[in-house]
């Protein structure tokens, strides 16, 4: 079978000492508790190794790995382990676009033909706003896989293997494109007068310090470079290492979560000013006036502590990444898995960031000890009842139940504020809002991007009581 096994070789590893290669300061107390939910992620994704960092009005506070880069070769994660950007790519090509528009060389509502004299005539009209936003109706990809295995060594070439009708009226549907963003980057070259790679490097990379951030090229990887997993069915192995260059702009950079977060200076340091930043995070308005909660590229949310996110995340072979901003902390956290997984990276990115800004932690006040509950799934066609146990004491505990899925030995982490818990999954880390006045009561929440009212307001995955 084509996932083979290396569990036993990720638990041993916890067995001794968790591996964490910290580059900033942080009290102890705090990578303490970091280092809890990154060991619980781990355990319970099994996932190889998790990269994170955390930047905070222009300065990197936090940044460690945990688990391994290579399993096979006992190579620890480490913050400057290089990983797959996979979709994250986006938002690095669309901080080249803000930086063009802050200079007057780019208008987002302008034809691309302007810039793009090459492209086919079916999408000359398209602008960078509905390309950079995926309501263009451009195709996801090309038709087929032949086109993938080529080394493509400049990106006209990629370009011209879109030649598909597009899918809708633009500006009358979302539909996500990766292959749109070929044209951002060309429409990149066309206002600049540079190669994408060159300018990249020269106006993005070099001036922000993104000395780890590069084109990914697969007959040139090193030992830098994280190995490629995938995760499918509880059962971990190594993915297929595919090319990437049709598709660099959109997926095909390699990069550290410190790099990421570090390119968040652009735009509070006025090489994208104030105006086109705003520009760049406001919601694009389709024709019937429905919001998309997408700009130019960049995903407007909120997470369950109300705070609003700016994000985008990616997941492709071999990669679970994500990066998010928090507009009025002027915080970032990036996170970087070097495995393909159905993990909710959006909400485990939002549950670190709580525990690290949480700097007045309270003590919670549950203090359980097999406390026998009831569990409900709420499932898509019908409600699922499960009995078990929770503990709790202090900061960590335990719910389980005799269910078969993906909630039945879980740990539960306490946040320090409130009655916010994180509980560990298959799927990443899940927000719980635990109660214990009178009656023990949780509610489990699991949710992706794009919201646009607390997650909290929604229907939780699972809610359990005290029986």
């Known amino acids: 079978m084509y996932y083979k096994i290396i569990v036993p070789l990720i638990l041993l590893f916890f067995q001794g000492r968790l591996n964490s290669t910290a580059q900033e300061v942080k009290p102890d107390s705090k990578r303490a508790e970091l280092e809890k939910l990154a060991k619980v992620f781990l355990q319970q994704t099994k996932a ?5 960092a955390v930047r905070k009005d222009g300065k990197t506070i936090y940044a460690e790995g945990f688990g391994y880069a290579n399993v096979e070769e006992r190579i620890l994660m480490e913050p400057n382990i290089l990983l797959r950007t996979a979709s994250v790519a986006k938002v690095i090509t669309a901080t080249a676009l803000g930086i063009l528009a802050t200079e007057g060389k780019l208008d987002f509502d302008a034809p691309i033909k302007k810039y793009v004299p090459y492209i086919p005539k079916i999408y000359a009209d398209l602008t960078t706003r509905q390309l950079a936003g995926h309501t263009s109706g451009m195709k996801h990809r090309p ?4 086109f993938k295995k080529k080394q493509y060594n400049n990106l006209q070439e990629t ?6 009708p597009l899918l809708f009226e633009p500006d009358t549907e979302y539909k996500y494109s990766t292959h749109a963003y070929n044209l951002l980057g060309a429409v990149i070259e066309g206002a600049s007068g540079m190669t994408y790679f060159d300018y990249m490097n020269e106006a993005v990379f070099k001036p922000l310090g993104m000395t780890n951030t590069f084109v990914e090229h697969i007959n040139s990887l090193t030992k ?7 995760i499918k069915n509880g059962k971990v192995g190594i993915d297929k290492l595919t090319n990437a260059s049709y598709k660099v702009p959109g997926a095909g950079f390699r990069t550290t979560p410190t790099d990421l977060v570090t390119m968040m200076d652009a735009y509070l340091n006025g090489m994208i000013t104030k105006g086109i930043t705003e520009e760049m995070f406001k919601s694009n308005q389709l024709k019937n006036g429905s919001k998309t909660r997408v700009g130019i590229s960049w995903r407007s949310s909120i997470d369950p502590f109300d705070n609003v ?6 997941s492709w072979r071999g990669a679970r990444t994500v990066l998010v901003y928090y507009p009025k902390e002027n915080m970032s956290i990036s996170i970087m898995l070097n495995a393909d997984c159905p993990v909710l990276i959006e909400e485990t990115a939002h549950l670190f960031a709580q525990a690290i800004r949480n700097n007045t932690k309270e003590a919670s006040a549950i203090n359980l000890v097999n406390e026998r509950i009831v569990l409900t799934l709420n499932s898509s066609k019908k409600q699922e009842t499960y ?3 929770f503990s709790f004491n202090s900061e960590i505990g335990l719910l389980k139940t005799n269910s078969t899925g993906y909630l039945q030995d879980n740990p539960i982490l306490y946040l320090g504020s409130a009655n916010d818990y994180a509980l560990a999954t298959s799927f990443g880390l899940l927000y ?7 009656v023990l009561k949780g509610r489990i929440f699991g949710y992706y991007n794009r919201l646009n009212k607390s997650p909290k307001d929604e229907i939780p995955l699972a809610t359990f009581e005290n029986l």
């Open 387 to 389: 009995e078990g146990t």
């Open 159 to 164: 370009v011209l293997l879109m030649k598909a």
């Open 309 to 314: 996110v700016i994000e985008h995340a990616g």
């Open 143 to 146: 038709k087929g896989e032949r």
């Open 432 to 438: 719980v809002h635990l109660t214990s006045e009178k």
């Open 48 to 52: 190889p190794g998790i990269s994170i």
């Open 224 to 230: 830098k470079d994280a190995q490629l997993y995938a």
